[in-house]
Nanobody, 123 residues
Framework: QVQLVESGGELVQAGGSLRLSCAASGRAFSTYTMGWFRQAPGKEREFVAAISWGGASTYYADFVKGRFTISRDNAKNTVYLQMNSLKPEDTAVYYC????????????????WGQGTQVTVSS
C-alpha cells in the first residue's frame, strides 16, 4: 500500500494560482493510478482529476477543465495539481488518492488517501 502526503494548499485571491503536491511513499508508485478529489464544508467529496500510471492519460471534472492540470513525476514519487484561475467555489480540502485499478471518478475506487490540504480562495 502507498502512503500519501499532500502539500501546497493556502489562502489565495480569486484569479490566482496554486500548485498542490502529493508525495507518495511505499513501493511501486509508478503502478498506481492517481487522483485528486476535494471536499467543501457540508458537501460530499468530489472528483477533480486523475492520471494514469504512466501519465499518458488524464481526466478532469467539467468544472476544472481548462483551469487545472494534473501531472506526475514517477522518479520523484509525486503527483501534482496545477490550479489556475482559481474561484471562490474552488475552496475546499483537496485530497490525493491512489488505486491499483483503472481510472475511476468514484471515491470508492481509490484505496489509499492522504490527509488533505486546505485551499481557500478569497473573492
Amino acid at each position: 500500500q502507498v502512503q500519501l502526503v499532500e502539500s501546497g494548499g493556502e489562502l489565495v485571491q480569486a484569479g490566482g494560482s496554486l500548485r498542490l503536491s502529493c508525495a507518495a511513499s511505499g513501493r511501486a508508485f509508478s503502478t498506481y493510478t492517481m487522483g485528486w478529489f476535494r471536499q467543501a464544508p457540508g458537501k460530499e467529496r468530489e472528483f477533480v482529476a486523475a492520471i494514469s500510471w504512466g501519465g499518458a492519460s488524464t481526466y478532469y471534472a467539467d468544472f476544472v477543465k481548462g483551469r487545472f492540470t494534473i501531472s506526475r513525476d514517477n522518479a520523484k514519487n509525486t503527483v501534482y495539481l496545477q490550479m489556475n484561475s482559481l474561484k471562490p467555489e474552488d475552496t475546499a480540502v483537496y485530497y490525493c488518492a491512489a488505486t491499483r485499478g483503472p481510472v475511476t471518478y468514484s471515491t470508492s475506487g481509490f484505496g489509499s488517501w492522504g490527509q488533505g490540504t486546505q485551499v481557500t480562495v478569497s473573492s
